[in-house]
C-alpha cells in the first residue's frame, strides 16, 4: 500500500511540474513587469526577487488603457445582456409554442454555425458604413450579437421543463411572458449565468471585429487598444507585460471567481455544436 | 376562451417573442450573407457600387499564385495544431483525471487559464518569451541550432512556432471536452476490465479510446474548424511574412478588403473560405464516422 501511495505521491507531483511549466509563460509576464527596465535586459532570475510598481503605474498614466477599459466593459456588457435576452426569447418561442416557420427558423439557426463568421466581416463592415456605424460602441456590438448556441441551449433546457407546471400557471390566467420570465427563467439561472460569462468572455476577447471596425484610439477595446502601444512602446519589456497583465486582469480574475460556471458552458455549449 | 383565440393568441406571442431575435439575426448576418455572395460577382471597391462581372473574380483568385500560397499555408497550420493539440489535450486529461480534490482543481485551472486571456495579450507574452535578444526560450533555440532564431522572421520557424502558441492557447478548450468525456465512462467497465486482468494499457485501448472516440471526434472537428479561421495571431505576431510563409487566406481577405480597397474580390475570398470549411468539414465528419464504426 505504501509503494502505491508513493507512485500518487510521485505522479501528483509529476503532473503539477507539468502545469507550472504549461503556466511558465505568465508567470514570466507576472515577473518581467516588477523589475525595472534595465535588469530585465542584464541578468534575469527566473523567481521574482523584485516588485518594482512603476511599470504599471507608467502604462496606466501614460495609455488609453482607462478608456479602453470602458470601451471594451460597455460593449461586452451590453452584448452579453442582448444576446441572452433575445437568445432567450426566441428559444422558448421554438421549444414551447407552436406558429408558422417554427422548424424553418429552428434549421437555419442551427445551419448558420457551419458559416464562419469572418467571411462575413467585409458585407458585415459595409452596413456598418452605410449605418454610419464606424468608430462607435453600435458599430462594435451589432455584428457581435449573432450568438445561435445561446439559442439552442436555451432550448434544450426549456424542453426539459414539464409541461405540468406550465399548464399551472396558463390556469391561473398567466401569459406566455409570465410563464417565460416568472417560470422558466427562474428555473435556469445556473445555465443562464454559464452562458452570460462566457458570452461576456468571448465579447472582451473579440480581436478581429473591433480591429476592423474602429480605428480611432479613443473608441479601441482592450485586445486591440494594447497592439498601438506595443507599437510606441518599442523595447520597454517591462511595460509591455504590465500592459498585457493589466489587460488581462479581468478576465482572469473572472475566470478564477466563476470557475465552475465557465467549465460548464464551455462543455454544454461545445456538446451543441457537436 | 375559444380554441380559435386561444390559438391566434400563440401565434400573436411567439412572433412577439422570435422578433428581436429574428430582426438583429436577418439584418446582421442574412443579409451580411447574402451580400458577401453578391459582392464576389462585382468588381466593387469597399465601400461604394461595383459592376456585375460574373465569374472574373474566381477566375482570377484561382490563378493568383499568392491565394495557393495561403491555402497551403492554412493547411499546413492544420496539420501542425490539430492532432498535435488533440493529443495533448487527451494526454492531461487523462493525467488531470487520475488526480484528487484540490489537487485536480488547481492543475484544471493551470491548464486551463490561458485559454481566457485575449488573443493580443497571448501573442505579446510570447513575443517576448521568444524575443530574439532577450527572450528567455533562446537559449533553449539555441541549444537545438547552435545559434539564437528571430523565430517570427524566418520562413521556417514561423508557422511551427505560431501552432506552439496557437496550442497553449486554446488547448485549454480541449482539456475540458476530455474531462467530461471520461467522466461518463462508468467506472464498473474499468472495474470489470482489471478483474478479467487487462493491464492499463489495455484498459485505455479497450475501454477508454473507444467509448472515447465520440468526443475525440469532436474536438477534431472542431478544431479543424476553427484553426481554418487563423488570422488574429499570424497578423499579431508576424504579418504574414516573412516572404508570405505565414500568409493564410484570411489574411489576403483582410488585405484586399481593407488596404486595396477590393471589396469584390475579398468577397470572393471569403466565398471560397466558406466552401473550403464546409467540404473539409463534411469529408472529416464522415471519415470520423467510418472510423467510429470500426471499433
Known sequence: MTAKQGRNIAFSALVLIAAAIWIFPLYWALTTSLRSENRIVSDAGVWIDELNFSAYIEVLSTSKLPIWYLNSVGTSLIITVIVLITGMMCAYALSQLRFPGRRLLYLVVVASFMVPVPALYVAQFVLMSDLGLVNSWWGIILPQLIVPVVVIVYKQFFDAIPKEMREAVLLDGGGEFTLLFKLYLPLNWGITAALAIITFISAWNNFFWPFLVVTSESMMTIPVGITQVNDSFGVFYARMMALALLAAAPVIIGYLIFQKRVTEAVMISAGVKG | ?295
Not at chain 2, 488533440?86 to 487523462?94: D, G, K, Q, S, V
Not at chain 2, 466558406?274 to 470500426?294: A, K, Y
Open chain 2, 1 to 295: 376562451m375559444s380554441i380559435a383565440t386561444r390559438r391566434r393568441r400563440e401565434v400573436r406571442d411567439a412572433i412577439l417573442l422570435v422578433a428581436p431575435f429574428l430582426i438583429i439575426f436577418g439584418v446582421f448576418f442574412l443579409y451580411p450573407t447574402y451580400k458577401v455572395i453578391a459582392l464576389s460577382f462585382t468588381d466593387a471597391p469597399l465601400i461604394g457600387e461595383g459592376n456585375w462581372i460574373g465569374l472574373d473574380n474566381y477566375i482570377k483568385l484561382f490563378s493568383d499564385r499568392l491565394f495557393y500560397t495561403s491555402v497551403w499555408n492554412n493547411f499546413y497550420f492544420v496539420l501542425l495544431t490539430v492532432i498535435p493539440t488533440t493529443i495533448i489535450a487527451l494526454l492531461i486529461a487523462l493525467a488531470v483525471g487520475k488526480l484528487k480534490g484540490r489537487m485536480q482543481a488547481l492543475v484544471l485551472t493551470l491548464f486551463f487559464l490561458p485559454y481566457v486571456l485575449p488573443v493580443s495579450v497571448v501573442t505579446m507574452i510570447w513575443a517576448w518569451m521568444l524575443d530574439f535578444q532577450f527572450g528567455i526560450l533562446q537559449p533553449l533555440i539555441e541549444a537545438v541550432t547552435g545559434k539564437p532564431v528571430p523565430v517570427f522572421k524566418n520562413p521556417y520557424w514561423v508557422m511551427p512556432m505560431i501552432a506552439v502558441v496557437t496550442i497553449w492557447w486554446t488547448n485549454g478548450f480541449n482539456v475540458l471536452l476530455f474531462i467530461a468525456g471520461l467522466r461518463n465512462i462508468p467506472d464498473d467497465l474499468y472495474e470489470a476490465a482489471a478483474l478479467d486482468g487487462a493491464t492499463a494499457w489495455q484498459r485505455f485501448w479497450r475501454v477508454t479510446w473507444p467509448l472515447l472516440w465520440p468526443i475525440t471526434a469532436l474536438v477534431l472537428t472542431l478544431q479543424l474548424i476553427l484553426q481554418l479561421k487563423l488570422f488574429d495571431q499570424v497578423y499579431l505576431l508576424s504579418n504574414g511574412g516573412p516572404f508570405n510563409s505565414s500568409y493564410v487566406v484570411l489574411m489576403q481577405m483582410y488585405r484586399e478588403a481593407f488596404q486595396l480597397n477590393n471589396g469584390g474580390y475579398a468577397s470572393a475570398i471569403a466565398m471560397v473560405l466558406f466552401g473550403i470549411i464546409v467540404i473539409v468539414s463534411v469529408l472529416q465528419f464522415q471519415l470520423l464516422r467510418i472510423g467510429g464504426r470500426r471499433k
